[in-house]
């Protein structure tokens, strides 16, 4: 499954996003809203293959290597509740948990509210967790930042 590439040659409406809703019903998360969809990461890493061929000529190919899990990346505002509920989800995690591994969905909304992706992961975990520098008196909000791992990943046909 890929991640949603378009194969009739035109592109339709770029999706903009104003809200971010990630869904693991298995999960201390729920449903919970994000601000910021930084990055969905997805690699196959090349790795080169030489050879002589049967005439003798050195031939020089890329082939597929290592290929690491797909990363969705989304961040929000610090709040008790929904910090807690990040932290017992990645606890799962690190305690080898396997409640933790759950299939999810990330749901992305336009301005007016109206869905314009949806992407369906596969055995996701929060696998890590980090929240900004704050300074008193500035009157920033601080972020948690959630990289979640998943085994496949694929955008759902609207």
Request: hydrophobic share 40%; aromatic share 6%.
């Amino acid at each position: 499954m890929g991640l949603g590439v378009s194969t009739t040659g035109t592109q339709g409406q770029v999706a903009t996003g104003g809200r971010f809703v990630a869904e693991f019903t298995g999960t201390p998360i729920g449903r919970m809203a994000f601000s910021e969809l930084a990055g969905i990461n997805s690699k196959v890493t090349p790795s080169e293959y030489i050879f002589n061929n049967d005439r003798g000529v050195t031939q020089l190919t890329k082939q597929f290597g290592k290929t690491e899990p797909p990363m969705v990346t989304l961040k929000r505002a610090v709040d008790g509740a929904g910090v807690a509920a990040i932290m017992l989800w990645h606890q799962m995690a690190r305690d080898g948990d396997d409640r933790a591994r759950q299939p999810g969905t990330l749901t992305v909304y336009d301005a007016a509210g109206a869905v314009q992706t949806v992407y369906m992961m596969e055995n996701a975990w929060l696998s890590e967790i980090s929240v900004t520098s704050a300074k008193a008196g500035q009157g920033e909000a601080s972020m948690i930042e959630c990289k979640i791992t998943c085994e496949e990943i694929w955008s759902k046909p609207l």
